[in-house]
C-alpha cells in the first residue's frame, strides 16, 4: 500500500522511469553510404623535404568510402528513447588490413521533454552545432577527402579536424574521445549543446589503449575539454535562415602547460532552391603547443534546379601561422565546381572539378597545386 501511495504522488516520473517496459520491441535498424570516385588527377610544384616528398599522384585515380552504421532503438511507456550508434568502416585505415576501423560508437537518451543525451565515443556539442557552406557532391573540400588524390599532408601540417583544413573544428583536434553531451530540446528553431571529455586521449576506444589507460591523464596532453554550441533554423517568408556558433577549451596535462580555445560561426540563408552559406574557425592550439594555430573559412552556394540535377560552387580557405618562422605562414586554397543528379531513392552521381594549392611565403619549393575533374556514384541507405 505504501508503495502504491508513493508511487501516486509528486515523484510518479521516477517510478515511472524505474518501471519496466511492458511491451516495447526494439527497432533493430540500420544504414549506412558508400561513395565511389573515378577521378583524372594533375599535380605541380615541389614539395619541401621538412614535410615529406616523392610520389607520383597524376593520371587517372579511385577513391572508395563508405560505412555500415548500426543504430537500434527502443521506445518506453514514458516517452523516453534509448539507443546504440555504432559506424563501421568499410575500409581498412592503415597498411595491411588493420582492424581498427570502429567510428563512432555511443548511446543516446531523448525525449521531446528533455531533449538528448549522448554517451561515449563522439564528436562533441560545438561539432555537432555547427554549419558551412552547402555542398552536393561528395569529394570534399571543407574537411578534405580528395587528401586520397594527392600528397596534402605533405604539403601542411593538415591537422584532422582543426581550421587549417576544415570548419568542423575541435579542441586541439580531439576527435572522438569519450565524451558526454547534453542537447536542449529545440525551443522555436534554438537548439543549446554542452560536451565534458576527461581528456583528448584514444579514438572510440574501450578504455584503455596501446600506450596505457584512456582515463589517465598521464597519457594525454590536454584535460578537461569542455564544449558548447548553438544553432537556430528558421523561416521567414519563404526564406530558410540557419546560424551556428561553437566554442571549445581545454587544460593542458602538466602544471603550467597552456590551455587550447576552438571557436566558430557559420551560417547559410536558402530561398527558392538557391542556397548561399559560409563559416568560419579559429584553433589557439596554446602558440604551437598543440600545433600551429590556425584559421580557415568556407563559402559557397547551391542551386538545387527544378528536376533531377543541383549544382554548387564552393570554396574553402585555411592558414597555418608561422610554420617556418614568426611572420611566414602555410595556406590552403580550395575551390570545386560540382553537379549531383538524383537517379533514384538513396543514389545519385556526382561530377566536379577541384582547383586546390598549398602555399608557404617563402619558395616555390614549399607549394603543391593540383586540379582534380571527377564523377562518383553515391549510395545511401
Given at each position: 500500500m505504501k508503495k502504491q501511495l508513493l508511487c501516486t504522488s509528486a515523484i510518479a516520473l521516477g517510478c515511472a522511469m524505474a518501471a519496466p517496459a511492458?511491451?516495447?520491441?526494439?527497432?533493430?535498424?540500420?544504414?549506412?553510404y558508400m561513395n565511389s570516385h573515378l577521378a583524372y588527377v594533375d599535380t605541380s610544384g615541389a614539395v619541401s623535404t621538412l614535410f615529406g616528398t616523392g610520389g607520383d599522384f597524376d593520371g587517372i585515380a579511385t577513391f572508395v568510402s563508405g560505412e555500415?552504421?548500426?543504430?537500434?532503438?527502443?521506445?518506453?511507456?514514458?516517452?523516453?528513447?534509448?539507443?546504440?550508434?555504432?559506424?563501421?568502416e568499410a575500409q581498412n585505415n592503415a597498411a595491411g588490413g588493420a582492424t581498427n576501423n570502429i567510428d563512432e560508437s555511443f548511446i543516446e537518451i531523448s525525449s521531446e521533454t528533455f531533449g538528448k543525451i549522448i554517451f561515449g565515443a563522439e564528436n562533441s556539442a560545438g561539432y555537432k552545432s555547427m554549419t558551412g557552406a552547402p555542398t552536393v557532391t561528395s569529394l570534399y573540400i571543407n574537411s578534405p577527402s580528395f587528401s586520397a588524390f594527392i600528397p596534402a599532408s605533405t604539403a601542411s601540417p593538415f591537422n584532422f579536424r582543426q581550421a587549417g583544413i576544415s570548419s568542423w573544428t575541435e579542441v586541439a583536434g580531439?576527435?572522438?574521445?569519450?565524451?558526454?553531451?547534453?542537447?536542449?530540446?529545440?525551443?522555436?528553431?534554438f537548439t543549446a549543446g554542452v560536451s565534458y571529455a576527461r581528456n583528448n586521449s584514444g579514438n572510440a576506444d574501450q578504455g584503455f589503449i596501446a600506450a596505457g589507460i584512456s582515463n589517465d591523464n598521464g597519457t594525454a596532453t590536454l584535460e578537461d575539454i569542455f564544449d558548447v554550441g548553438a544553432s537556430y533554423r528558421g523561416t521567414f517568408g519563404g526564406v530558410d535562415v540557419v546560424l551556428t556558433g561553437r566554442y571549445g577549451t581545454a587544460d593542458g596535462v602538466v602544471a603550467g602547460s597552456p590551455s587550447a580555445d576552438v571557436w566558430g560561426v557559420g551560417g547559410q540563408i536558402g530561398y527558392g532552391g538557391f542556397t548561399i552559406g559560409g563559416s568560419y574557425g579559429e584553433n589557439d592550439n596554446g602558440n604551437g603547443a598543440y600545433g600551429f594555430d590556425q584559421y580557415g573559412w568556407s563559402l559557397g552556394a547551391t542551386y538545387d534546379a527544378p528536376g533531377?540535377?543541383?549544382?554548387?560552387?564552393?570554396?574553402?580557405?585555411?592558414?597555418?601561422?608561422?610554420?617556418?618562422?614568426?611572420?611566414?605562414?602555410?595556406?590552403?586554397?580550395?575551390?570545386?565546381?560540382?553537379?549531383?543528379?538524383d537517379l533514384g531513392p538513396g543514389v545519385d552521381m556526382d561530377i566536379y572539378a577541384i582547383l586546390t594549392e598549398f602555399e608557404t611565403d617563402t619558395t616555390n619549393t614549399l607549394n603543391l597545386n593540383a586540379t582534380i575533374i571527377g564523377t562518383a556514384i553515391n549510395l545511401s541507405f
Open positions: 511492458s511491451a516495447q520491441q526494439w527497432d533493430l535498424d540500420w544504414g549506412g555500415i552504421q548500426f543504430t537500434p532503438s527502443v521506445t518506453l511507456d514514458n516517452g523516453i528513447t534509448f539507443g546504440v550508434n555504432v559506424q563501421l580531439n576527435n572522438d574521445v569519450t565524451r558526454i553531451t547534453y542537447f536542449t530540446p529545440n525551443f522555436n528553431g533531377p540535377w543541383a549544382f554548387e560552387l564552393v570554396s574553402y580557405m585555411g592558414t597555418w601561422e608561422n610554420t617556418f618562422g614568426a611572420g611566414i605562414d602555410t595556406e590552403y586554397n580550395a575551390y570545386r565546381i560540382g553537379a549531383s543528379r
